[in-house]
């Protein structure tokens, strides 16, 4: 209680820049990228993470949910980035050409970790449903096209990492499609008491 | 619960919408492109390359300069003698071709080279031994290194050939077949099989 006190931020935006700063530091930063699995499914995803953590309970800005109808423009804005990072010259370009290392680096934070905390919790159930299959899907599909393509997709990785990469993908996409499956089959109750608490406290706040 | 659509709202979903299919669309040129090798292929065929002003050495210890060259079309191929899988089936890939091809190849309107990118390996020993396996006589068809490091650092550049060591104390490299044309640019990089292919692609930049 005393840190919260004598902190303006909380310790999970705390660890959300200390991760990010981590990230960054080369010796930390050229272990992630020599490996392309390490490169795609760990320093990628926790550069979201380090953005998501660093906004922490901070509201989003009146503009902001101005202009973000229904959680969707934010929430394009991170598909439409997490997208262009599957593109396998992206990664290539992010070993060779700083800018697209920076772009890496504030792009993934700013533009997925940033409006997901802001969005998603404003996205319907149904819009939440149609992002997360559709992601799952783009995922299995890159893994499956690394595994099977008959050419080497990164000229900066080994075809042996490619199918590694492959692989990983596609169990992480399973894992993460059982999960997904397990709320749906049993987290209905448990959402739907979250959203009765939701509307109930938004209602008492609004009014 | 839900917000109100308000034009702001309408007007900024339709811009992340253009932005992001646009912003998609130019880094694949146009949902074509999505890998640096085919980065590489579009970059070649819309802006063909001037091959940089260096001199190779070849299996019999000849040595060539690539400005010589103007006047004929050469396909080139990049190698390492040492290579046990890609290379050999890039060897005999090129093999076919030149015997597909061997009117043009005899005519001298067309020069085939195999280019080593491991210059400290492959002494011209090595290249000739390589040459040998093939069937690449020394006057069609010649096996060459590069005579220094930064001569082989350049011709990497311009022909955007990226080689890094795997496991294996071997290469991996973006395996190709590259056209220079007659102005000694390099024009087209096409995969290295099908053969038919291949010599599809080239006809059309041979004489008769």
């Known amino acids: ?207 | 619960m839900q917000d109100r659509v308000t034009p702001l709202a309408a007007v900024v979903l339709a811009a992340v919408l253009a932005a992001g299919t646009a912003a998609f669309a130019v880094t694949t040129d146009g949902f074509t492109v999505y890998t640096t090798e085919g980065a590489r292929r579009a970059s070649v065929e819309r802006d063909p390359r001037p091959m940089p002003d260096i001199t190779l050495e070849d299996q019999n210890g000849r040595i060539l300069d690539l400005d010589d060259l103007r006047g004929r079309i050469v396909l080139t191929e990049f190698i390492y003698t040492r290579c046990a899988t890609i290379c050999s089936e890039l060897g005999q890939a090129f093999a076919q071709t030149a015997k597909e091809l061997h009117g043009p190849l005899a005519r001298g309107d067309l020069m085939l080279l195999s280019i080593s990118f491991d210059p400290a390996y492959d002494t011209p020993a090595a290249l000739s031994d390589y040459a040998a396996r093939h069937g690449a006589d020394g006057t069609h068809w010649r096996v060459v290194r590069p005579r220094n490091t930064e001569d082989l650092a350049a011709l990497l550049d311009r022909f955007g050939v990226v080689v890094i060591p795997n496991d294996l104390g071997g290469y991996e490299h973006n395996a190709a077949v590259q056209l220079i044309d007659r102005d000694g640019r390099l024009a087209r990089v096409v995969d290295y099989t099908p053969v038919d292919a291949v010599v599809a692609e080239v006809k059309p930049w041979l004489d008769g």
């Open chain 1, 1 to 207: 209680m005393v840190g919260r006190l004598m902190l303006p931020i909380s310790w999970a935006q705390l660890c959300g820049a200390g991760l990010w700063i981590a990230l960054a530091i080369p010796p930390l930063r050229a272990a992630a990228e020599a490996d392309m699995s390490l490169h795609m499914l760990v320093q990628i995803p926790l550069l979201m993470l380090a953005g998501w953590l660093v906004v922490g309970r901070t509201p989003a800005p009146r503009w902001y949910r101005t202009a973000d109808y229904g959680g969707w423009a934010g929430t394009l804005v991170a598909i439409f980035t997490t997208s262009y990072w599957m593109v396998p010259w992206v990664l290539d370009a992010a070993l060779l050409d700083v800018r697209f290392e920076l772009l890496k680096f504030f792009g993934l934070p700013l533009l997925v970790g940033l409006p997901l905390r802001w969005s998603w919790p404003r996205l319907s159930c149904v819009g939440r449903g149609f992002v997360i299959t559709n992601m799952l899907s783009m995922t299995a599909f890159v893994g499956w096209l690394y595994i099977a393509a008959p050419v080497r997709v990164c000229v900066y990785y080994l075809v042996d990492q490619q199918t590694t990469a492959g692989k990983l993908l596609l169990v992480a996409t399973i894992l993460a499609s059982l999960l997904f499956f397990l709320r749906c089959l049993f987290g209905g109750a448990a959402a739907a008491r979250v959203d009765a608490a939701e509307r109930q406290g938004r209602t008492a706040f609004e009014g």
